[in-house]
């Protein structure tokens, strides 16, 4: 903390926002490099490389498009695949969109741009445990992720083939990011249940249908479950969150406690005060011992 | 329209401009619309609890394609990568216990990366 004061003494939003993205704009680095190799490989130059990195903004998608265009694909089944792979975002803007439902027009339309799979996971979970974070520092951090994602593009469009890179460790960066994420959400028993069901309908969607339009029903019908099980336990039991499902894993104490966690706990302080009142009021029955965790 | 673009094709630049701007529509339908469509009117309750339970399945998804399925074809492959197998191992690990994105990540690439040499 003494060193972060440091750095931004004068505690300015930008820099702090920018230390919250600095990790992802450096797992950016190795992959926009190793994309924009690609692509040089795949015939665009550099500027062209540039450009179709800040309106496409999206590595697995940029990686699809390399590979299709050294294939001479037409260009029907280049947009079509594409979009598929694209539709998740549709996913992702609807999960975010409680979030900036104030905000005008303008902004949605530049939030939705910029945003793709890794910044939206920096500021679901932001938006998720931070009470400050806000619309605008969330924008932050998906401009300083193209600048980045963009930047390395054009590096890698300018070096091409004068280096070679393993393409399979670049591209783990992804993967170890993701695998962050999950870990970092995993909250109970349900959303571990909820994992393992969404990795088998992965597999088996993305099998019968040949394409990555898996990954979207898999997501669709993993999170419907879940929505489903909470509602059931919510309105069958009479303490929900004693409930086998919706317990708490075991998490170590540098856990960040989410806005949810905090109301559940101040509305719990809350219903300690009211039957505190209520037995001094009767002194009828012994204080309940109450479990915290 | 394949036609059409094949009797530009001889011009690339001229392709490549068009592949970009078709990719940039396919890019900004997905995300635009469905944000801009919530974001307007009074999102019900249970969309916003089924929502909750959108990232974490889709990072499964996601990690699962990365991991076990083949880009060309989609095929299920079990053991074609064991070295990402163990590092996302290490991964998990090391994100539970130090709770760090950037640790995280750069322990799965310093792993991959090794036990690609080794495996």
Redesign the interface.
């Given at each position: 903390m003494a060193k972060a004061q440091q750095i931004n003494p004068e505690k300015a939003r930008w820099l702090e926002v920018l230390g919250i993205a600095?990790?992802?704009c450096?797992?950016y680095v190795?992959i926009g490099v190793a994309c924009g190799i690609l692509l040089h490989a795949a015939?665009?130059?550099f500027i062209?490389t540039l450009?179709?990195s800040i309106?496409?903004?999206?590595g697995g998608?940029q990686?699809?498009?390399a590979?299709l265009?050294t294939i001479h694909a037409?260009?029907?089944s280049?947009?079509v695949t594409?979009?598929f792979?694209?539709?998740?975002?549709?996913?992702?803007?609807?999960?975010?969109?409680?979030y900036?439902?104030s905000?005008s027009?303008h902004f949605?339309?530049l939030?939705?741009?910029s945003?793709n799979?890794e910044n939206?996971?920096?500021n679901?979970l932001k938006f998720a445990t931070d009470k400050k974070w806000k619309p605008k520092d969330a924008l932050l951090v998906e401009h300083y992720s193209l600048l980045s994602w963009s930047v390395s593009n054009m590096v890698g469009g300018l070096i091409g083939s004068t280096i070679s890179i393993?393409l399979?460790?670049?591209?783990?960066?992804?993967?170890?990011?993701?695998?962050?994420?999950?870990?970092?959400?995993?909250r109970s028993h349900l959303?571990l249940i909820?994992?393992l069901?969404?990795?088998v309908?992965?597999?088996f969607f993305?099998?019968i249908?040949?394409?990555?339009i898996?990954?979207v029903i898999?997501?669709l019908i993993?999170?419907?479950v879940?929505?489903l099980i909470?509602?059931t336990v919510r309105n069958h039991s009479k303490k929900p969150d004693d409930n086998w499902f919706l317990t708490k894993l075991f998490r170590?104490r540098?856990?960040?406690i989410t806005v949810e966690d905090q109301r559940a706990e101040e509305e719990e302080v809350l219903e300690e005060k009211e039957e505190q009142q209520k037995e001094q009021s009767t002194d009828s029955h012994l204080p309940e011992s109450k479990q915290h965790d | 329209?394949?036609f059409l673009?094949s009797r530009i094709a001889s011009n690339?630049?001229v392709y490549?401009?068009?592949?970009?701007i078709?990719?940039?529509?396919?890019?900004?339908?997905?995300?635009?619309?469905?944000?801009?469509f919530?974001?307007?009117r009074k999102?019900p309750e249970?969309?916003?609890?089924?929502?909750?339970?959108?990232?974490?399945?889709?990072?499964?998804?996601?990690?699962?394609?990365?991991?076990?399925?083949t880009?060309k074809?989609?095929?299920?492959v079990p053991y074609d990568?064991p070295d990402?197998i163990i590092?996302?191992v290490i991964?998990?690990i090391i994100?539970?216990?130090?709770?760090?994105?950037?640790i995280?990540?750069i322990?799965?690439?310093v792993g991959?990366?090794l036990l690609?040499m080794v495996l």
């Amino acid at each position: 903390m003494a060193k972060a004061q440091q750095i931004n003494p004068e505690k300015a939003r930008w820099l702090e926002v920018l230390g919250i993205a600095m990790p992802l704009c450096l797992s950016y680095v190795p992959i926009g490099v190793a994309c924009g190799i690609l692509l040089h490989a795949a015939g665009f130059n550099f500027i062209m490389t540039l450009i179709v990195s800040i309106v496409v903004f999206s590595g697995g998608a940029q990686f699809i498009l390399a590979s299709l265009l050294t294939i001479h694909a037409p260009l029907s089944s280049i947009f079509v695949t594409l979009f598929f792979l694209e539709l998740r975002y549709a996913l992702l803007g609807s999960s975010l969109s409680k979030y900036i439902k104030s905000e005008s027009q303008h902004f949605i339309w530049l939030f939705a741009v910029s945003m793709n799979d890794e910044n939206y996971a920096v500021n679901y979970l932001k938006f998720a445990t931070d009470k400050k974070w806000k619309p605008k520092d969330a924008l932050l951090v998906e401009h300083y992720s193209l600048l980045s994602w963009s930047v390395s593009n054009m590096v890698g469009g300018l070096i091409g083939s004068t280096i070679s890179i393993n393409l399979e460790v670049v591209d783990f960066a992804l993967t170890a990011l993701f695998i962050y994420m999950i870990v970092m959400q995993m909250r109970s028993h349900l959303t571990l249940i909820i994992c393992l069901l969404s990795a088998v309908l992965a597999i088996f969607f993305m099998v019968i249908t040949h394409s990555i339009i898996g990954v979207v029903i898999a997501t669709l019908i993993a999170s419907f479950v879940g929505f489903l099980i909470e509602n059931t336990v919510r309105n069958h039991s009479k303490k929900p969150d004693d409930n086998w499902f919706l317990t708490k894993l075991f998490r170590p104490r540098a856990t960040r406690i989410t806005v949810e966690d905090q109301r559940a706990e101040e509305e719990e302080v809350l219903e300690e005060k009211e039957e505190q009142q209520k037995e001094q009021s009767t002194d009828s029955h012994l204080p309940e011992s109450k479990q915290h965790d | 329209m394949d036609f059409l673009v094949s009797r530009i094709a001889s011009n690339q630049i001229v392709y490549h401009i068009v592949v970009i701007i078709f990719a940039a529509f396919a890019a900004f339908i997905p995300r635009y619309f469905p944000i801009h469509f919530f974001s307007s009117r009074k999102i019900p309750e249970w969309f916003n609890e089924w929502m909750k339970y959108v990232p974490i399945s889709l990072f499964t998804a996601l990690v699962i394609k990365n991991i076990f399925i083949t880009t060309k074809g989609y095929h299920f492959v079990p053991y074609d990568h064991p070295d990402q197998i163990i590092a996302a191992v290490i991964v998990m690990i090391i994100a539970y216990f130090t709770r760090s994105m950037s640790i995280s990540v750069i322990a799965g690439l310093v792993g991959v990366w090794l036990l690609n040499m080794v495996l």
